[in-house]
């Protein structure tokens, strides 16, 4: 199983819109609508952000929407604001029973 | 709350095995799948495998088939990763996470256990 492709690095300015996109086959992504979103800053354990491709868990901030067509699912961060830089990760589920996690996409605040 | 434990680190040589614990509480244990995700020194998440701790069925990423074992002791609600025939390329955090059944929820997760192969 290989990892879900996701661009390495993605930049933006505050308040601007970013997408981060997590491209992976039939098998996980665009086989289920089991997609998850998770932010991981440095030291810190992995924090999800979404799951099943667009719902909030309680507490995450609406400026964290998400989108999947065909094999690719893709992460919506609005109003980009300084906290907001960190690791990304996608994650989903496959026809195996397993999970894959996505390569990380690292998104920097200008 | 609920909430995932897990055991310290540890420093082990090459060749040898370890074991990390995670300890659930504050939800039925055997309600809810714990995964394991290992994430080695500057690099990404990396899903190694699962179990269903109600019925003990498991799912191993094919990396991880052959050399990590998992287990559970329901009464202890806890769960364990066994990680045999360490090589240097095993160091990393390892995590545990509780899976919901019906979705692709992935929360909490346990603090990460450091695992260090030092010859």
């Known amino acids: 199983q290989s990892a879900l492709a996701q661009p390495a690095s993605v930049s933006g300015t505050p308040g601007q819109s970013i997408t981060i996109s997590c491209t992976g086959t039939?098998?996980?992504?665009?086989?289920?609508?089991?997609v998850s979103w998770f932010q991981q800053h440095p030291g810190k354990t992995p924090k999800v952000l979404l799951f099943?491709?667009?719902k909030r868990p309680s507490g995450v901030s609406s400026r964290f929407s998400g989108s999947k067509s065909g094999n690719t699912a893709s992460l919506t961060i609005s109003g980009l604001q300084a906290e907001d830089e960190a690791d990304y990760y996608c994650?989903?589920?496959?026809?195996?029973?397993?999970?894959?996690f996505g390569t990380g996409t690292k998104v920097t605040v200008l | 709350q609920v909430q995932l434990v897990q055991s310290g680190p540890e420093v082990k040589k090459p060749g040898a095995s370890v074991r990390v614990s995670c300890r659930a509480s504050?939800?039925?244990?055997?309600?809810?799948?714990i995964h394991w995700v290992r994430q080695a020194p500057g690099q990404g998440l990396e899903w190694m495998a699962w179990?269903?701790?109600?019925?003990?069925?498991?799912r191993y990423s094919q990396k991880s088939q052959g050399r990590v074992i998992l287990s559970r002791d329901t009464s202890a609600d806890t769960a364990y990763m066994e990680l045999t025939s360490l090589s240097h390329e095993d160091t990393g955090v390892y995590f545990c996470?509780?899976?919901?059944?019906?979705?692709?929820?992935?929360?909490?997760w346990g603090q990460g256990t450091l695992v260090t192969v030092f010859s």
């Open positions: 996470t509780r899976g919901d059944r019906t979705s692709s929820l992935f929360d909490p």
């Open positions: 504050g939800y039925r244990f055997m309600n809810y799948a």
């Open positions: 179990i269903n701790p109600g019925n003990g069925d498991i």
């Open positions: 039939s098998s996980d992504v665009g086989g289920y609508n089991y």
């Open positions: 099943d491709v667009n």
């Open positions: 994650s989903s589920y496959t026809t195996s029973s397993t999970s894959v």
